[in-house]
């Protein structure tokens, strides 16, 4: 992985697997991200957050757009969360998340991620995913992330078990989805075991 500027500046920030690119969105990213995502709607939000009526919606409103690009970039100088699009053969193909950064005595995140239903199925999103981790714990020096996923999304959860992240057990009515109280399985892996498990990971997904 090449890394450049990860300080909590504005500055660029790119991360680089073998065969992705992550860097956050960007206003002038809406045309194709608005196309990717009206084209992934019913693959995509049955595993989201319900949007609140009174609120634009970012990909059909490009004002919208630029408002979450806009937070995003004042969540990463604050150092609270840090977005990536997923992009392949520079185009946008998805995002990886890692948000709800905490300090302190927990020094943790969580991790959240989508892919283009038309890419789905390459190893994309957990390339994107070991980036990441990479990027938390060796960037930002955090202590544990977890990644939740709603118990039947076994898309969602190859990912993760592809990647031998650990199960932590299930939480109940864990986080609201599409208008419904979902149980989430709790996945974590911490810095330790990212030490034990570096060499693999790094060599199977980012260089080698």
């Known amino acids: 992985m090449?890394?450049?500027?990860?300080?909590?500046s504005l500055a660029p920030l790119r991360l680089y697997g073998k065969r992705i690119m992550l860097r956050p969105l960007a206003p002038n990213d809406f045309r194709s991200w608005s196309e990717v995502r009206q084209r992934n709607g019913e693959w995509l939000t049955v595993?989201?957050?319900s949007r609140q009526a009174?609120?634009?919606?970012?990909?059909?409103d490009r004002s919208a757009f630029s408002s979450r690009c806009l937070q995003r970039d004042r969540d990463r100088a604050a150092g609270t969360a840090y977005q990536f699009g997923i992009f392949v053969d520079q185009q946008i193909?998805?995002?990886v998340n890692l948000n709800n950064v905490i300090r302190g005595?927990?020094?943790s995140c969580t991790v959240g991620y989508w892919i283009d239903q038309a890419?789905?199925?390459n190893g994309y999103t957990a390339e994107g995913v070991v980036l990441v981790l990479q990027f938390a714990f060796e960037q930002l020096g955090l202590h544990r992330v977890e990644i939740c996923i709603v118990p039947r999304n076994h898309?969602?959860?190859r990912i993760v078990e592809k990647l031998g992240i650990?199960?932590?057990?299930?939480?109940?009515?864990y986080l609201e989805i599409n208008g419904e109280w979902e149980d989430h399985i709790r996945y974590g892996i911490t810095s330790e075991e990212w030490t034990t498990r570096r060499s693999e990971l790094v060599s199977a997904w980012i260089s080698g």
């Not at 009174?54 to 059909?60: F, S």
């Open 93 to 95: 193909a998805g995002e």
């Open 155 to 157: 898309r969602s959860r």
């Open 54 to 60: 009174h609120q634009p919606d970012p990909t059909t």
């Open 119 to 121: 890419h789905a199925g």
């Open 2 to 8: 090449v890394l450049r500027h990860p300080s909590r």
């Open 105 to 107: 005595a927990m020094q």
């Open 47 to 49: 595993w989201e957050p």
């Open 166 to 173: 650990r199960d932590e057990g299930t939480a109940q009515r």
